[in-house]
């Protein structure tokens, strides 16, 4: 990457938006691709962490040799360790345990664990009449197909429009079921490897919480590494507030299965 997200701000003129306007900047969790450079942004910037973080991680390395980041990006800055029991007051979105950020309902934070100690997602409202919402995933899930298909949203008889480029007027859900790991509907087609979370078991009960959400059409779920959306989503600076309105959470709620192309049309 040639810039980092603190120098875009203040080398774009047309967003309006400086590094030193950014009052707090949340971690969904601390690994490098989702934090970024912090020590770009001035200090008077906070930052933001899921629960255990500090203790697990920081000051950062050197002088805890074995931190995934770098002391430069909390020296000198105020951190804020989220505490979902405290905090939250018992509020829960879903199967989730959670924080009203600006005490508005706008923006809420997400205990999601699983991944990393002090993994959080985050819940954007989006519009009201009709309450619409993007869920901010992090690492929560990896793929799309972690936590798609599920008995909240089944495969469909027939996927219109069609995930299958050479299938344009609607693909047989039947045929895709049948590459389904184990042929189910109402399953969904990977699971989170081994390995790859902290803790498998929270990893897999915050993937079940993202399948409660992902069953409502008034929430679109985006997840880091989702590159099925690439091409649907209107980028920084522009705003995703008409999601619901442009239909994007229907056009891509399937395109993963894009990734079966060559065995549905073979």
Not at 44 to 73: Q, R
Not at 179 to 189: G, S, T, Y
Request: aromatic residues 10%.
């Amino acid at each position: 990457m040639e810039k980092d997200v603190a120098e875009i701000l203040d080398d774009d003129s047309d967003v309006g938006i400086k590094s030193k306007d950014i009052d707090t900047v949340i971690w969904s969790h601390h690994h490098w691709d989702h934090t970024g450079n912090l020590s770009t942004f001035p200090t008077s910037t906070g930052l933001a962490v899921g629960p255990g973080l500090p203790n697990e991680h920081m000051p950062g390395h050197p002088t805890k040799p074995d931190a995934p980041f770098p002391e430069s990006d909390v020296k000198g800055r105020k951190v804020h360790e989220f505490d979902f029991t405290s905090q939250g007051k018992g509020l829960k979105i879903g199967p989730f345990n959670a924080i009203d950020f600006f005490g508005d309902g706008s923006f809420y934070l997400l205990d999601s664990p699983g991944h990393t100690i002090g993994h959080i997602c985050g819940l954007a409202r989006t519009s009201t009449s009709p309450d619409t919402f993007i869920f901010m995933g992090g690492d929560a899930s990896h793929h799309p197909g972690e936590f798609r298909a599920s008995e909240y949203a089944p495969l469909p008889v027939e996927l219109d429009p069609s995930p299958i480029p050479k299938m344009r007027g609607g693909c047989p859900g039947g045929m895709l079921q049948d590459i389904q790991r184990n042929k189910r509907a109402d399953e969904a087609f990977y699971l989170p490897s081994k390995g790859f979370n902290v803790d498998e078991k929270a990893a897999l009960e915050t993937v079940s919480g993202l399948q409660v959400f992902d069953g409502h059409e008034n929430v679109l779920i985006v997840v880091a590494h989702d590159s099925s959306l690439l091409g649907s989503l209107q980028l920084f600076p522009e705003k995703m507030n008409d999601w619901y309105e442009q239909g994007i959470g229907k056009k891509s709620h399937w395109k993963f299965l894009q990734d079966f192309k060559d065995a549905v049309e073979q």
